[in-house]
C-alpha cells in the first residue's frame, strides 16, 4: 500500500539483528545439538522473509503458503546443522522437536511430549552474527519454521513479532521518514516505529575494514609522491 515498497513481511528474529535460542532436541540424542556451546538459532519465517534474505535452497523444498496453522509441522536446516546432526545421511524426512512445555522442568533441551517437526529442506549457510568466517561463525547452526507454526512463547503474554522487514524499490534512506508516518499513521495504538536500513546492521562491522582501506590509500598516495618526486629529482 505505501508506494516504494515491494515487499514486505514480519519478522520474529533475523540476521545481525535479534535472535531466538528455545530449546530443541533430535530424537535419539540425549543433550541438545550445539557448536562451541551454541545451540541453533531459529527464525520464523514466511515465504517472503526466505525470498528477501536470500535463503537458497540446497535439497528438498522451501516452505510455502500452505505451511501454516493445522498443518503437518515443518522445518528447514542449514547445512551446518544437516551435517553435524546427521553426519552421512540426508537430513530431508528427519525430525527435530521446538519449544517449550509449561509442565517440564525449565531446560534446553526440548521434551519429547513436543510434536517432532519434518526436515522438509537443507538450505545454504549463512552469515549471522559476524560477516567474517571465524571461530563458531564458521560452522553456526541455524533453522528456520513457518512463521505461522513457530513454537508458543514460555510466557503467554510475549510477543511473536519483533519488526517488519521492507524491501524497497529504490534507495532504503530516503522512504524511512515515509515509512514511519505510515506505520504511526495506520497503528490503532499509539506506537513509535524505529526505522533504520538493514545496512546499518552491517556497518559496525564494516566500519574498521573501511577506514584500513582508506589509511592503505591514503599511505599508498604519499609513498607515490614520494618516489615521484624523487624520481623527478634524480632526472633533474
Known amino acids: 500500500r505505501l508506494a516504494g515498497v515491494s515487499s514486505a513481511t514480519i519478522v520474529e528474529a533475523m540476521p545481525f539483528g535479534n535472535f531466538h535460542v528455545p530449546p530443541i532436541s533430535v530424537p535419539g540424542r540425549a543433550t541438545p545439538p550445539s557448536i562451541g556451546g551454541q545451540p541453533p538459532f531459529l527464525y520464523a519465517a514466511t515465504t517472503k522473509y526466505l525470498d528477501m534474505l536470500g535463503v537458497t535452497l540446497r535439497r528438498g523444498r522451501l516452505f510455502t503458503d500452505a505451511d501454516g496453522r493445522g498443518t503437518p509441522l515443518v522445518v ?7 551435517r553435524e546432526l ?23 533441551l526440548a521434551p519429547a511430549s513436543l510434536p517432532c517437526r519434518e526436515v522438509v529442506g537443507v538450505v545454504r549457510d549463512s552469515r549471522a552474527r559476524s560477516l567474517q568466517a571465524s571461530g563458531h561463525e564458521a ?6 519454521v513457518p512463521f505461522d507454526q513457530v513454537p508458543p512463547p514460555p510466557f503467554p503474554d510475549a510477543p511473536t513479532v519483533s519488526g517488519i522487514l521492507l524491501r524497497t524499490t529504490g534507495a532504503a534512506e530516503p522512504m524511512m521518514a515515509a515509512v514511519q ?4 499513521g495506520t497503528s ?3 506506537v513509535y516505529a524505529r526505522v533504520a536500513a538493514y545496512q546499518d546492521l552491517l556497518d559496525p562491522q564494516l566500519r574498521p575494514w573501511r577506514l584500513g582501506a582508506t589509511l592503505f590509500s591514503l599511505f599508498g598516495g604519499l609513498a607515490l609522491a614520494i618516489a615521484a618526486l624523487s624520481l623527478f629529482g634524480i632526472v633533474a
Open 76 to 82: 528447514l536446516v542449514n547445512e551446518t546443522m544437516a
Open 86 to 108: 546427521w553426519p552421512g545421511e540426508s537430513a530431508v524426512g528427519k525430525c527435530i522437536r521446538v519449544g517449550y512445555d509449561p509442565l517440564a522442568e525449565p531446560s534446553m
Open 139 to 144: 560452522a553456526l547452526m541455524q533453522y528456520y
Open 181 to 184: 508516518r505510515w506505520l504511526q
Open 188 to 190: 490503532t495504538t499509539p
